[in-house]
């Protein structure tokens, strides 16, 4: 089970930590950890992805703004929002898979979302 956490409203600008807390060991051979989000009306798109072996990857629009991390101990992976736009906002869920990839296709265990609001 994956549950999120730390969404909240915050201004253009401003940072959020999101938290994806996993309460047990990913299944065999899933061994890859994505955020996505999706906004009212749009289509869920992939935001960034980490493998067991700390492989990360982001789409475009984040680069140099997101980073995403993770602690093993604590069974949990991060991802550090800075410089947020509006167009940030969404829902944002995290999910496990076996193929690294910004396709929600690729991913099969989903956890509940966390959403975020970007508003002055």
């Known amino acids: 089970q994956l549950v999120e956490s730390g969404g909240g409203l915050v201004q253009p600008g401003g940072s959020l930590r999101l938290s994806c807390a996993a309460s047990?060991?990913?299944?065999?051979?899933?061994?890859?950890t994505g955020w996505f989000r999706q906004a009212p009306g749009k289509e869920r798109e992939g935001v960034s992805y980490?493998?067991?072996?700390?492989?990360?990857y982001y789409r475009d629009s984040v680069k140099g703004r997101f980073t995403i991390t993770r602690d093993y101990a604590e069974n949990t992976v991060y991802l550090q929002m800075d410089r947020l736009r509006f167009e940030d906002a969404g829902d944002y869920y995290c999910?496990?898979?076996?193929?690294?990839?910004?396709?929600?296709?690729?991913?099969?265990?989903w956890g509940q979302g966390t959403r975020v609001v970007v508003s002055s």
């Open positions: 980490i493998t067991s072996d700390d492989l990360t």
């Open positions: 999910a496990q898979g076996r193929t690294p990839s910004l396709s929600a296709r690729a991913y099969d265990i």
């Open positions: 047990e060991s990913a299944p065999d051979h899933y061994f890859v």
